[in-house]
């Protein structure tokens, strides 16, 4: 009996090893960018006016992706960040009104399988997405502010193709996501922040989902690779719309994206590495 438990337990170290030298032959690098957009805004939000207002907005997003510590060869992990400053003017130039919002998001994705040796990659997943921020009309007096919040779970799907130009490598991706159920923050049609402040809290949460509260992101991009750096040009277009008490706000963002990613490892010393497949989130 003892004989069997010792034979049990060597066999299971060296699973365990063998295990571990098979993560160990896997590396996982980070492809990280940041991004600067500018572009024209569309806002309505009847809280504050029932007008129209247009102009120009700018942001500033930050992106990670890496495969993912279990199953690497199907599932992809992907953060985004993004703040967001804009200022419109209703038709007749007499009113400004500015707009903030801090976007965090994070998405796991399944890669889909096409074929090892296509060019075309594409995947497909969910994302946890939350939004913070507000719109100030200037000529309101009473009540010059609208506060948006959100919380919410959608889905999201990416496609990629890598070529080249010039001599050198160039990565194409097409990426959309949209929300599908969720929360957001609207008050009551008349409603003061005033009155929430004094205590009237009720009926401020609302369930988002697409027939209330409905976001389409849109993002073309091409990587072009300098040295170990890529050079990133791109269009972002994004339809927002809310529906809740009465309250109405629709977004409509059409943007240029210039920015710089890179591909980098974390490696250890201790480990061997020269064997080791290299596997790529993106390139």
Same mark, same amino acid.
């Given at each position: 009996?003892?004989?069997?438990?010792?034979?049990?337990?060597?066999?299971a170290?060296?699973?365990?090893?063998?295990?571990a030298?098979?993560?160990?032959?896997v590396l996982?690098?980070?492809?990280?960018?940041?991004?600067?957009?500018?572009?024209?805004?569309?806002?309505?939000?009847?809280?504050?006016?029932?007008?129209?207002?247009?102009?120009?907005?700018a942001a500033?997003?930050?992106?990670?992706l890496q495969?993912?510590k279990?199953?690497?060869n199907r599932?992809?992990?992907?953060?985004?960040?993004?703040?967001?400053l804009?200022?419109?003017?209703?038709?007749?130039?007499?009113?400004?009104?500015?707009?903030?919002?801090?976007?965090?998001?994070?998405?796991?994705?399944?890669?889909?399988d096409?074929g090892?040796?296509?060019?075309l990659?594409?995947? $497909?997943?969910s994302?946890?997405s939350?939004?913070?921020?507000?719109?100030? %009309?200037?000529?309101n *007096?009473?009540? /010059?502010? #609208?506060?948006?919040?959100?919380?919410?779970?959608?889905a999201?799907?990416?496609?990629?193709?890598n070529?080249?130009?010039?001599?050198?490598?160039?990565?194409?991706?097409?990426?959309?996501?949209?929300?599908?159920?969720?929360?957001?923050?609207?008050?009551?049609?008349?409603?003061?922040?005033?009155e929430i402040?004094?205590?009237?809290?009720s009926?401020?949460?609302?369930?988002a989902?697409?027939?209330?509260?409905?976001?389409?992101?849109?993002m073309?991009?091409?990587?072009?690779?300098?040295?170990s750096?890529?050079?990133?040009?791109?269009y972002?277009?994004?339809?927002?719309?809310?529906?809740?008490s009465?309250?109405?706000?629709?977004? $409509?963002?059409?943007s240029?994206?210039?920015?710089?990613?890179?591909?980098? %490892?974390?490696?250890? *010393?201790?480990? /061997?590495? #020269?064997?080791?497949e290299?596997?790529?989130?993106?390139?």
């Amino acid at each position: 009996m003892k004989n069997r438990l010792i034979i049990l337990l060597i066999s299971a170290i060296i699973a365990l090893n063998g295990s571990a030298q098979e993560a160990d032959s896997v590396l996982r690098p980070v492809v990280s960018g940041w991004m600067a957009e500018v572009g024209t805004s569309h806002l309505r939000d009847t809280y504050l006016t029932p007008v129209a207002y247009s102009g120009w907005h700018a942001a500033i997003d930050y992106e990670r992706l890496q495969v993912s510590k279990f199953d690497k060869n199907r599932w992809t992990m992907q953060v985004r960040a993004a703040v967001n400053l804009g200022s419109t003017e209703n038709e007749g130039k007499t009113a400004t009104m500015w707009h903030f919002n801090f976007r965090p998001e994070w998405a796991l994705m399944r890669r889909l399988d096409i074929g090892a040796l296509s060019p075309l990659k594409l995947a $497909v997943g969910s994302m946890v997405s939350g939004n913070v921020g507000g719109l100030y %009309l200037l000529r309101n *007096s009473n009540n /010059p502010v #609208s506060v948006q919040a959100s919380a919410t779970v959608g889905a999201t799907a990416m496609a990629w193709y890598n070529t080249r130009l010039a001599n050198r490598q160039i990565t194409l991706r097409y990426q959309v996501d949209m929300p599908l159920v969720g929360a957001f923050f609207a008050p009551d049609y008349d409603q003061l922040y005033y009155e929430i402040y004094l205590g009237n809290h009720s009926g401020l949460c609302h369930v988002a989902w697409p027939g209330n509260f409905f976001r389409l992101n849109n993002m073309v991009t091409a990587d072009w690779r300098f040295g170990s750096n890529y050079l990133r040009l791109g269009y972002r277009l994004e339809v927002f719309s809310s529906k809740a008490s009465g309250i109405v706000s629709r977004r $409509v963002e059409h943007s240029f994206v210039i920015g710089f990613t890179t591909e980098w %490892l974390s490696l250890s *010393s201790r480990k /061997p590495q #020269s064997d080791a497949e290299i596997l790529s989130p993106l390139y």
